[in-house]
Every structure is written in structure tokens, then in C-alpha cells.
């Protein structure tokens, strides 16, 4: 017999990685997660990819939120991509950029396995629902 | 499941992670995994460390953990905090203090929301020590928020309770009332350098000699552990003075096996001044725990412990296990709202429904017994 209800909220890490100090859009959203149910562990300013899948393999998160203003995604979020393989966490962590990319560069970065990007203006309540209805199953 | 477990014990981490997050899901099968820990734990020191919020509890962890690596130990740390009572959300902030260890995976960071279940945090918190102990952590760290009655469950899942001070912390009628800080087995006054910070070591040891009045004749015990209870913060020449006293501490731990039920068994609280975020005062709090653990091995309080953690796990599970069993037979009378119409219409009350309900089970288990 399995005792107690099932809890199951789904766990994020927001990661703020590479240079950029702004993590204004962050607290944000961090915020927003939790009011919405989620368990948010928020990683902190200036990760480098390795810090950051370190602290997404060990916290066992369904949904990894990358925001990342710099302009420097191109570099910093295959590395995060290629660490979550090589600990076999990939298929199932969602992946979600937030901040400034450009629109040639979306395709590219959705390819390599980032499932949606989030840019200005993208409104909080369609990355919650994007997020429950694609949140891995476990 | 049994694949997870195996994995677990080839030191994946990944694996680690996942059977955590089976324990805080309860997932279907998590019983039988934790089931399975049990056999490979048993070896890891567990040190809980609470503390009001702001008191520095993490960037100490985050001192503890790299002086522990240094020493060439492995670290586990799970570290909890509250979740929103509204809408269960949280926001698990204490992963950013651990700067020291970035990139190093042989210290493995948990953060656990307290998801707002009574009983329910700290037994989980209990089998994830398992998972960690189980993976081979030299050492595990539980850090909560010393807040109220579900915390200090929390901490009781280790071998030593620190439980962090601040200066200015309040008046020392805050000293007298009940709670966290009755749990310590060693004090630290951290932001030792802030004013006011000699008033609160002033006022712990107050309280702790008060404390020692109330049991039986052990002051001269009392005063030496105090005396040794002074590490300065380090950098002071402090280093020779406390590795002396820390001796003269633990033999006097070893000569008293046997002694069972004597005053001198009795530990004292060490009070350890420290300024974390300069790692001041860590080796000084380190030697206090590692004092504590020798004092449990040599008076038998280990094994007591451990029994005692043990009668607390069963105790726990069966409240849950009934409580679940409960809950089906209320959905199974029509569910909670039928049975509270039945109290605003004053048919009955509260009690009526509890005897009502457990009246046949309490039946149903005597007669069983009764059978043999």
C-alpha cells in the first residue's frame, strides 16, 4: 500500500549562467514558479555551464530555465545541453531559454534540444501553462 | 526500482537524485527502495544544523563542507526550506551560499521544499539521509529553518544538533522559552565580529548553567566543558590552546564508559564563536561535533539514539499509514463534506464521527489480537 496522497509539484532550477549581472527577470519569474506551485531552486549570478548542470542533475529537475541576456547562449547553452547528456538528463529535463535571442539563432538552439524560448513581452502566464503541459512526466 | 537502487550503490549521481526525488513523491514502489537502503547505511555521520532564518546556517555549511573535503571526506547536504502554505510553491534559495563547492560533485546538495505536510517532512528527510548514507557520504548535513515543532523532528534525524546564534537575537527571556535551543548539543554564536556578540555567549551559558543546576552535581564537569566551549575564532593563536583542551575533552569522554547513569556522562553544550563567511571558527566547530560524536560512542548514547531514531520512524509511518487508511474510509462514507453537513445540521459532532469511524477498526485489530 502506498501511503499519503502522491505529492508532485514540479521542480525548477532557474539558472542565471555566464557574465551577464542582471537577474532582475529571474527573481521574476522564480517568484512567479512558486506562486504557481512549482518548487523553484534559483542558482545564483555568473554559473558557468558545468555549476549548472551540476545543480540540475543533483536537485532532479523537470524543467531547466536558462536566462541569459549577453548575447553569449550560443556558447554557454550547448555546453549546458551537452553536460545534461553526458549525465543521461536531457530527455527528460524541459528545457527553456528566457531573455535576448535573436530569431536566427532559435532554430539552432531548439534543435540542439531547448524546447521553447521566451523573449521580451512573453507573458508569465503562457510559460506557466507551457510548462505544466510540458513538464516531463516521471 | 531495484535497477535504480543498484545504480544508486555504483555511485551514480544522477541515480542519487532520482531515488530522492522518489522519497519526496512518495512515487509508487519508494517503500521498497528505501527498504533496500537500509542494509547499505549506517556508516555516515548525520549533523543537523538549524538556526533562525539569517543566522548564516548555509554559508557555514558551505565552510563545513569544504573543510570536510579538504580532509578528503565526502559531503552530502539536504538542505529544506518552507513552502508557501497557499499554493505549495517554494522557493529553495539556499543552494546559492554553496560557493566553496561548485563543480565538485562529491559534495551532493539537495535542496527539499517542506511541502506543508505535518510528520510527513521529516521522514522523508530521514530516507534521504538513507539515499546519502547508502551512496557512501562520509558525512551528511541537514540544514532547516529552526521555525517550530516540524524542524526540530527534522534535526532529530541526526547524531549532533548545532543550532546557530545570532547576535542580537533578542532579550534573554528568548533564552528561556522552549524550543530549538533545548535540542543543541553545540551552540555557535556566529558573527561573532558584530556587536553584542559576547552578550550572547554570555546568555547561553546562563542558560546552560541553569540548565546544569537543575540535573545534579555536575558542575565540575560543567565548568571544564565551558572552559573548552571558548574556542576563539581562529587566526587568534587559538589553534594550540583548543587542540589542548579538545584532548583533555575526549579523554575524559573514553574514562567514562561504564559509567552509565553517572553525572559525568552527561554532555554539556559546547558554545563555539564563529564568523562563517570568513571560515573563522569552522575547525573549532568541527572538533565540537567530532567531541560530541566521541561522547556518544563512549557512553552508549549512540545505540540509545539510534533506537530511539528507529521507534520514532515505525511510530511515524503508522500514523501515516493510518491516517491514509482513514482518509479512504471517509471518501468511502460519502467524504469529509457529508460528515461535516451532518455537524452544521447538529446531528452530531466532531467526536461522534471520530468514534464512529474508528470504532470498527479498533474492534476489528482486538479481535485479531485475540485470535492470535
Known amino acids: 500500500m502506498s501511503a499519503g496522497q502522491t505529492q508532485q509539484p514540479i521542480r525548477c532550477l532557474v539558472a542565471k549562467v555566464g557574465l551577464d549581472g542582471h537577474d532582475r527577470g529571474a527573481h521574476v519569474i522564480a517568484r512567479a514558479f512558486r506562486d504557481a506551485g512549482f518548487e523553484v531552486v534559483y542558482s545564483g549570478l555568473h554559473r558557468s555551464p558545468d555549476e549548472v548542470v551540476q545543480a540540475a542533475v543533483q536537485e532532479d529537475v523537470d524543467v531547466l530555465g536558462i536566462s541569459i541576456l549577453s548575447g553569449a547562449h550560443n556558447t554557454l547553452v550547448p555546453k549546458i545541453l551537452e553536460g545534461l547528456d553526458e549525465y543521461d538528463a536531457l530527455d527528460d529535463t524541459l528545457v527553456l531559454v528566457g531573455g535576448i535571442v535573436p530569431d536566427k539563432d532559435k532554430d539552432e538552439l531548439k534543435e540542439q534540444g531547448v524546447s521553447a524560448i521566451f523573449g521580451p513581452g512573453a507573458s508569465m502566464e503562457d510559460t506557466i501553462e507551457f510548462v505544466r503541459e510540458n513538464a516531463p512526466e516521471r | ?372
Open chain 2, 1 to 372: 526500482m531495484s535497477d535504480l537502487l543498484e545504480r544508486l550503490l555504483d555511485g551514480d549521481h544522477r541515480a542519487l537524485a532520482r531515488t530522492i526525488t522518489n522519497i519526496e513523491n512518495r512515487a509508487p514502489g519508494y517503500r521498497d527502495l528505501v527498504s533496500g537502503l537500509y542494509e547499505h547505511a549506517g556508516t555516515a555521520e548525520v549533523i543537523g544544523i538549524t538556526g533562525s532564518p539569517g543566522a548564516g546556517k548555509s554559508t557555514l555549511v558551505d565552510k563545513m563542507a569544504e573543510t570536510y573535503r579538504d580532509r578528503g571526506e565526502t559531503v552530502g547536504i539536504i538542505a529544506i526550506d518552507p513552502s508557501s502554505p497557499f499554493t505549495g510553491g517554494a522557493v529553495l534559495g539556499d543552494r546559492i551560499r554553496m560557493a566553496s563547492n561548485v563543480g565538485d560533485m562529491d559534495v551532493f546538495f539537495r535542496s527539499m521544499s517542506a511541502r506543508g505536510s505535518l510528520g510527513g517532512v521529516s521522514i522523508a528527510t530521514a530516507d534521504a539521509v538513507k539515499a546519502l548514507d547508502a551512496f557512501g557520504k562520509d558525512r551528511i548535513i541537514v540544514e532547516t529553518v529552526g521555525a517550530g515543532q516540524n524542524e526540530i523532528d527534522i534535526v532529530k534525524t541526526a547524531d549532533t544538533v548545532c543550532v546557530l546564534v545570532q547576535p542580537g537575537s533578542g532579550d534573554d527571556v528568548q533564552m528561556l522559552k522552549a524550543g530549538i535551543l533545548e535540542i543543541a548539543d553545540v551552540f555557535v554564536v556566529n558573527k561573532a565580529d558584530l556587536d553584542g556578540a559576547d552578550r550572547t555567549v554570555q546568555e547561553l551559558r546562563e542558560m546552560l548553567d541553569l540548565r546544569g543546576n537543575a540535573g545534579s552535581g555536575r558542575n565540575d564537569q560543567h565548568a571544564s566543558h565551558g572552559h573548552h566551549a571558548e574556542a576563539e575564532p581562529a587566526g587568534d593563536g587559538a589553534d594550540g590552546h583548543a587542540g589542548q583542551t579538545d584532548g583533555a575533552a575526549l579523554k575524559q569522554a573514553e574514562a567514562e564508559p561504564g559509567d552509565d547513569g553517572g553525572s559525568d556522562a552527561v554532555w554539556t553544550p559546547p558554545i563555539v564563536e564563529a564568523v562563517a563567511t570568513h571560515g573563522e571558527g569552522v575547525d573549532a566547530f568541527l572538533d565540537a561535533i567530532d567531541d560530541h560524536h566521541a561522547h556518544l560512542d563512549a557512553t552508549g548514547e549512540a545505540a540509545a539514539k539510534a533506537r530511539e531514531r528507529y521507534a520514532e520512524e515505525i511510530r511515524t509511518l503508522l500514523r501515516e499509514d493510518t491516517a491514509a487508511l482513514l482518509t479512504e474510509e471517509i471518501d468511502a462514507r460519502g467524504g469529509i463534506d457529508d460528515l461535516v453537513d451532518g455537524v452544521v445540521a447538529g446531528e452530531t459532532d466532531p467526536y461522534g464521527i471520530a468514534d464512529d469511524v474508528l470504532d470498527p477498526v479498533a474492534a476489528c485489530l482486538r479481535e485479531r489480537r485475540e485470535d492470535g
